[in-house]
């Protein structure tokens, strides 16, 4: 599905994508993780011809990029991190304008808009304007018109970014069932449960470099020990010193929190009978903590 | 698809389509705005100036308001409304998303701007030849004319267009070319009485040409140097989309 060798794209002096190499298998739903800044939109816009390469070679869909772009994009279907909605038309208004862009005419999408409504869940709105519409339907609209070409593969920048809890529910749902009709899917996010619901193989990235690519489990596995322990409240620092950082595998202190990692949980969980001024939480690892393991606590303001 | 050479045509239709919403205000503008100025500076001013050469006032300022307002509709549709949609809607990267490319996108702007240039030029003919300020049918050759000097003044506003920052930037296009065109190009008085450096300037307008062009055929006075007047648009227009694509480029492909 995407093939890329030696992929660079440069700002100024700054390496946004650097010599990134990678090979996704068709079909399967693969998640682009990685901090702000990481360079994820760069590269989902290098995928799909909008930006120039500074190096390397790319193919998405056995086409060449950017030199076949336009044949690839008659193949793909496209939802930006920033929705793009044409305001100055309604709900079917932009399925029309955007599959013209297609060459699609009006009678041919005509027998598809009420199957495109309904995916979106907009079907009582299809003439309302965008402005009157929620984030979540716009979303989901973006979603709706991403799909009248019938794409092979779908591009999906950060799709439930803003969502509430009903809202992305509801996308997971409408991305499986096309993940199951054979439609390849590449999204990014920056909500771990949702990569590891949705994707067969996620890759996370940080400062335009891959740090690992596998499925979520394997991960897991191969970065962090199986179960953690989070601790917090007073009293801390001597629990600490006295307990945790002998009985844990591994430990990292965040501000007020200490999380400890083991394979097997259960001496920390019966030395913290004796705090019962302390606080805990345990629970099985999960990719946030490969992720945070991966590309570090400190916060991203570039 | 529509074939390669038409790819423009969903970006002109988008347009046109969204005109058609709006288009009971935009059509009372471009009815009432022209029988305003003819009336108003037409007969008011006209009845001071009275003929010049051997044309009445309102025949003259009528030929000359055609020009100006297909500047002032291509600047608009070019500058503020294309940047709109580039950086405001982001209409054009939803377009991108698409199998559309930057040459049809820029291609369907430019030719919308002509379009509504066209427009507009339409309904000024129609409130000429209302009060009687046009010469005969030989006027209708003056659209074509005009069109073509909608795709000059387009071209050229896109460019500005690709280059802003902000709204704000537009002012100087405004201020630097729009408006000495208006009052140098030969829309309200003739340009004989210039100082010959201003003159000399003005000479090198595009709206000066296409006021070359346009009176003559709406006035049934004699037509002189077309193909002249014509290349002249042709360059600034040519040079003008060239760039604008180039510009619009590299902006929204970085
Ligand atoms: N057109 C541009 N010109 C200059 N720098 C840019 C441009 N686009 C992106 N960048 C820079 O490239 C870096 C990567 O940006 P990108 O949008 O790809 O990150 P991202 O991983 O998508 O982040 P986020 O999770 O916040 O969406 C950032 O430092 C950004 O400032
Ligand atoms: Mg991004």
């Known amino acids: 599905m995407i093939e890329a060798k030696g992929l660079s794209k ?95 005419s009006r009678i041919e999408l005509q027998p598809r808009i009420s199957e495109l409504l309904k995916f979106a869940a907009l079907e009582s709105r299809a003439d309302s304007p965008i402005t009157a519409l929620s984030g979540g339907m716009q979303r989901r609209l973006s979603l709706a018109r991403a799909l009248v070409n019938e794409p092979k593969l779908l591009v999906l920048d950060e799709p439930t970014t803003g969502l509430d809890p009903q809202a992305r529910q509801l996308i997971w749902q409408q991305l499986r069932a096309l993940r199951a009709r054979g439609l390849g899917l590449v999204l990014t996010t920056h909500y771990m449960e ?22 979520p489990k394997k991960l897991i596995a191969r970065h962090i020990e199986a179960q953690v322990v989070e601790v917090y409240g007073t009293g801390l620092d001597s629990w600490h010193g006295a307990k945790g950082e002998a009985l844990a595998t591994r430990f990292e202190r965040a501000g007020d929190t200490c999380f400890y ?14 705090y019962p001024e302390l606080s805990y939480l345990h629970r099985p690892a999960n990719l946030e903590d490969v992720f945070l393991r991966l590309t570090g606590r400190e916060l991203r303001d570039d | 698809m529509p074939a390669g050479a038409l790819c423009w045509l969903p970006v002109w239709r988008r347009n046109l389509q969204v005109w058609f919403k709006l288009a009971g205000p935009a059509l009372v503008g471009n009815f009432g705005e022209p029988l305003l100025y003819l009336l108003g500076l037409g007969y008011g001013l006209g009845s001071l100036v009275g003929v010049i050469g051997e044309l009445p006032y309102p025949v003259f300022l009528a030929s000359g308001i055609i020009c100006s307002s297909a500047l002032f509709t291509a600047s608009f549709e070019g500058m503020y409304s294309a940047y709109t949609r580039m950086a405001v809607q982001n209409t054009w990267e939803a377009m991108l998303a698409t ?67 902000n709204y704000d930037f537009f002012l100087y296009y405004n201020t630097l070319f729009v408006t000495p065109s208006l009052l140098l190009g030969g829309v309200f008085f003739p340009m004989d009485g210039l100082p010959p450096a201003v003159r000399a300037v003005a000479e090198w307008l595009p709206l000066t040409h296409t006021v070359a062009i346009v009176r003559p055929l709406m006035t049934g006075t004699a037509l002189s140097d077309v193909s002249m007047h014509l290349i002249v648009l042709a360059f600034y227009g040519g040079v003008a989309y060239v760039t604008a694509t180039a510009l619009i480029r590299r902006r929204l492909h970085g």
């Open chain 1, 194 to 215: 949702e990569a590891t619901r949705l994707c067969d193989q996620v890759t996370i990235m940080d400062h335009g470099r891959i740090l690992d690519s596998d499925s």
């Open chain 2, 99 to 165: 199998p559309l490319d930057v040459n049809d996108i820029v291609l369907g702007e430019l030719i919308w701007g002509a379009t509504k240039s066209l427009i507009s030029a339409v309904a000024i003919l129609t409130v000429a030849a209302a009060l009687g300020a046009v010469d005969g049918w030989r006027a209708l050759w003056a659209l074509p004319a005009i069109f073509a000097a909608g795709l000059c003044f387009t071209a050229m506003a896109l460019v500005i267009a690709g280059l802003a920052k």
């Open chain 1, 10 to 104: 440069c700002y100024g002096k700054q390496r946004v994508v650097d010599a990134l190499s990678l090979c996704v298998p068709a079909g399967i739903c693969w998640g682009l993780l990685g901090p702000n800044g990481a360079g994820k939109t760069t590269f989902l816009r290098m995928l799909t011809g909008n930006t120039s390469l500074t190096a390397g070679r790319l193919r998405v869909l056995g086409y060449d990029v950017p030199r076949e772009a336009l044949k690839l994009r008659r193949r793909i279907g496209v939802v930006p991190q920033q929705d793009n909605l044409d305001v100055d038309f309604s709900v079917v208004e932009n399925l029309r304008t955007y599959a013209s862009y297609f060459g699609i």
């Open chain 1, 261 to 274: 990692y083991a394979d097997d949980e259960r001496p920390l969980l019966d030395a913290l009978r004796d």
